[in-house]
Nanobody, 123 residues
Framework: QVQLVESGGGLVQAGGSLSLSCAAS????????MGWFRQAPGKEREFVAG????????DYSDSVKGRFTISRDNAKNTVYLQMNSLKPEDTADYYC????????????????WGQGTQVTVSS
């Protein structure tokens, strides 16, 4: 079955950086669009970043644009999220997701979700 396993979360001070990884298995990774989402306590899950199967097109939410970078390595079946200049409001559980359709990533309705990794940014 499809598995998406996130790693790299943790505690960091404001202004710091973290790099998240999501290892995929059980699917033909190179065919799938991938996305990162987050959910803060008491809030709804929101889109953070998306990347097409080829890696040649990316999208970001306005709140992270210019600070976060999504990338993928199709040879390693892995998608990454580099997070720089972190702010306390970036504190959330971060999830990666996969779907054959990029529009489903952008629309927060991907077929597959990971279990999430926690990111805490202290002020």
């Amino acid at each position: 079955q499809v598995q998406l396993v996130e790693s790299g979360g943790g505690l960091v001070q404001a202004g710091g950086s973290l790099s998240l990884s999501c290892a995929a298995s059980g699917l033909t990774f190179r065919n799938y669009a991938m996305g990162w989402f987050r959910q803060a306590p008491g809030k709804e899950r929101e889109f953070v970043a998306g990347i097409r199967w080829s890696g040649d097109n990316t999208d970001y939410s306005d709140s992270v644009k210019g600070r976060f970078t999504i990338s993928r390595d199709n040879a390693k079946n892995t998608v990454y999220l580099q997070m720089n200049s972190l702010k306390p409001e970036d504190t959330a559980d971060y999830y990666c997701a996969a779907d054959l359709g990029y529009t489903d990533i952008l629309g927060l309705r991907p077929n597959y979700w990971g279990q999430g990794t926690q990111v805490t940014v202290s002020s």
